[in-house]
């Protein structure tokens, strides 16, 4: 008899690209609900319709105003009192 040929066993999961950052996000579904209908308007899928909508969002000069003055706040943490 021959000689048995070794089994190659496939690696589990799609090839990483490395060509970009995987990010995940959790929605409320009312915001995910609005999200979709966006995508869905302008005709392009939900993780491009992040990707523009972000890319919006970042180019405004107000949002990047606002996002230096919130890096710049100290974080307020109530005191819970326990008696």
Known sequence: MGQAKPIKRKKPG???TGKTAFV???L???L???LDAWAHRNAVSRSEALRRLAEKALA???A???ELQMMARPVRRESSTRG
Do not use: I, N, S
Request: proline share 17%.
């Open 14 to 16: 799609p090839v990483g």
């Open 24 to 26: 995940g996000l959790r």
């Open 28 to 30: 409320e579904p009312a």
């Open 32 to 34: 995910t609900a609005k």
């Open 60 to 62: 405004c000069p107000t």
């Open 64 to 66: 990047q105003d606002e």
